[in-house]
């Protein structure tokens, strides 16, 4: 049998709601001999069963849930069954990017506290919870066991467990190659036809931001003939999209050299450096000093404003003012593409936010689409924690 943890009435509420995390104010009995990380069931007051999963004494996420069959091993045939699942998945949606796709997405793959990326023959991976760090040797050991077996080229794995949710888990933040130190940590990936440097060592998140793959896709459909400026580039990959969608003239802006000069590298590799600029500067004084019909379509992608609920009023104001920057500089006709990558931004707040914006701008906005994350990003629709991302293109009329 194996221990549990008992929660109140309100926990059970949530977790029949869908929802895959247990919190700490939720439970009500825990034996202190249970070890940290130890797999544990969940049961309520009343002895109901509600899942089974990893405990965590430092977090003030106690459980997440791994399964709710209570029958159900955790053992390495279990861990082997879900990769290859969510591997499968990617087979599917991802068949032409298999090589440049996120493999598997913690909870939305039923794998909480996992991260895998894969770029070419390096994966790069992060583990935030306690239960999965004490068993990653064997998690990554399957991990390369079922990619091989489908005859795939995998050399090693790179942690990049350099995020400061581990510190809440009582996990040191560290970074380097799992059990070999001879690996490359830079290479050269191609998405939708474009190649690009990924340096897996020191680049954001595991090295690049794989989650606008298509939505960059949609920006290269409508750049054709177009002056494009992207904001907040970072190594270019929207600016790099318009471009090879044979933009006229494409004006890429960030405020980190480091990130410009390797968004140059890559229209140098692709051949477009002629058709594109990379211009160091703060988005914001940027936007402030360009002329009204000087860009077709304004890019505005940038990092998240607010990464946690206590700063989503700051981060609304940050938001709001940027759009209406770009709303007064696009005539009649123009394009706005406008994102947020934060979780705690909802959809109808960013949308209350646009709608205020093009109201103080003076502007009609007309949707031309509205998506999420790329598909190997999956959302679980029981687990709102898994969507943060949002994305529109607007024309104005």
Same mark, same amino acid.
């Given at each position: 049998?194996?221990?549990?943890?008992?929660?109140?009435?309100? !926990?059970?509420? /949530?977790?029949?709601?869908?929802?895959? /995390?247990m919190y700490r104010n939720n439970v009500v009995e825990l034996e202190e001999s249970i070890e940290n990380g130890a797999v544990v069931d969940i049961l309520t007051e009343s002895d109901e069963y509600l899942g089974t999963g990893f405990l965590s004494k430092e977090s003030h996420i106690t459980?997440?849930?791994?399964?709710?069959?209570?029958?159900?091993?955790?053992?390495?045939?279990?861990?082997?069954?879900?990769?290859?699942?969510?591997?499968?998945?990617?087979?599917?949606?991802?068949?032409?990017?298999?090589?440049?796709?996120?493999?598997?997405? !913690?909870?939305?793959?039923?794998?909480?506290?996992?991260?895998?990326?894969?770029?070419?023959?390096?994966?790069?991976?992060?583990?935030?919870?306690?239960?999965?760090?004490?068993?990653?040797?064997?998690?990554?050991?399957?991990?390369?066991?079922? *990619?091989?077996? #489908?005859?795939?080229? @995998?050399?090693?794995?790179?942690?990049?467990?350099?995020?400061?949710?581990?510190?809440?888990?009582?996990?040191? +933040?560290?970074?380097?190659? /799992?059990?070999?130190?001879?690996?490359?940590?830079?290479?050269?990936?191609?998405?939708?036809? *474009?190649?690009? &440097?990924?340096?897996?060592?020191?680049?954001?998140?595991?090295?690049?931001?794989? #989650?606008?793959?298509?939505?960059?896709?949609?920006?290269?459909?409508?750049? &054709?003939?177009?002056?494009?400026?992207?904001?907040?580039?970072?190594?270019?990959?929207?600016?790099?999209?318009?471009?090879?969608?044979?933009?006229? &003239?494409?004006?890429? @802006?960030?405020?980190? =050299?480091?990130?410009?000069?390797?968004?140059?590298?890559?229209?140098?590799?692709?051949?477009?450096?002629?058709? +594109?600029?990379? %211009?160091?500067? #703060?988005?914001?004084?940027?936007?402030?000093?360009?002329?009204?019909?000087?860009?077709?379509?304004?890019? *505005?992608?940038?990092?998240?404003?607010?990464?946690?609920?206590?700063?989503?009023?700051?981060?609304?104001?940050?938001?709001?003012?940027?759009?209406?920057?770009?709303?007064?500089?696009?005539?009649? !006709?123009?394009? *706005?593409?406008?994102?947020?990558?934060?979780?705690?931004?909802?959809? #109808?707040?960013?949308?209350?936010?646009?709608?205020?914006?093009? +109201?103080?701008? !003076?502007?009609?906005?007309?949707?031309?689409?509205?998506?999420? =994350?790329?598909?190997? &990003?999956?959302?679980? /629709?029981?687990?709102?924690?898994?969507?943060?991302?949002?994305?529109?293109?607007?024309?104005? %009329?």
């Amino acid at each position: 049998m194996r221990p549990f943890v008992r929660i109140s009435q309100e !926990g059970e509420n /949530w977790l029949k709601k869908g929802q895959m /995390w247990m919190y700490r104010n939720n439970v009500v009995e825990l034996e202190e001999s249970i070890e940290n990380g130890a797999v544990v069931d969940i049961l309520t007051e009343s002895d109901e069963y509600l899942g089974t999963g990893f405990l965590s004494k430092e977090s003030h996420i106690t459980v997440r849930i791994l399964t709710k069959n209570r029958e159900e091993e955790i053992d390495r045939e279990f861990f082997k069954q879900r990769i290859r699942f969510a591997y499968e998945f990617r087979k599917t949606v991802e068949y032409n990017n298999l090589t440049n796709c996120r493999i598997i997405f !913690g909870e939305a793959d039923q794998l909480p506290g996992l991260i895998v990326d894969r770029y070419n023959d390096i994966l790069v991976t992060q583990v935030s919870t306690y239960g999965l760090d004490i068993r990653k040797d064997m998690v990554y050991e399957v991990l390369l066991e079922v *990619l091989r077996e #489908d005859g795939q080229d @995998v050399k090693g794995i790179y942690e990049r467990n350099d995020i400061t949710i581990r510190s809440k888990e009582g996990l040191a +933040m560290e970074k380097g190659y /799992w059990k070999r130190a001879d690996l490359p940590t830079k290479t050269i990936i191609e998405e939708n036809g *474009l190649k690009l &440097h990924i340096d897996v060592e020191n680049g954001q998140k595991t090295g690049y931001f794989l #989650d606008q793959k298509s939505n960059r896709v949609l920006l290269r459909n409508i750049a &054709h003939g177009k002056r494009v400026l992207d904001c907040f580039t970072h190594t270019g990959g929207f600016a790099l999209n318009a471009a090879y969608g044979n933009a006229a &003239h494409v004006t890429a @802006v960030d405020v980190s =050299q480091t990130a410009l000069d390797q968004g140059y590298r890559n229209a140098v590799l692709n051949h477009l450096e002629d058709r +594109m600029e990379f %211009v160091k500067a #703060d988005v914001f004084k940027y936007l402030d000093e360009c002329e009204k019909g000087q860009f077709d379509i304004i890019v *505005l992608d940038p990092p998240a404003f607010t990464k946690s609920r206590k700063t989503v009023g700051a981060a609304y104001g940050g938001y709001k003012r940027i759009n209406i920057q770009a709303m007064r500089l696009l005539e009649r !006709g123009g394009y *706005l593409i406008t994102a947020t990558c934060s979780r705690y931004m909802e959809i #109808d707040d960013f949308e209350k936010m646009l709608r205020e914006s093009a +109201m103080e701008a !003076g502007v009609t906005l007309k949707q031309v689409s509205v998506t999420q =994350q790329n598909a190997d &990003h999956p959302i679980l /629709w029981s687990m709102d924690e898994t969507s943060y991302l949002k994305f529109y293109i607007f024309q104005l %009329v």
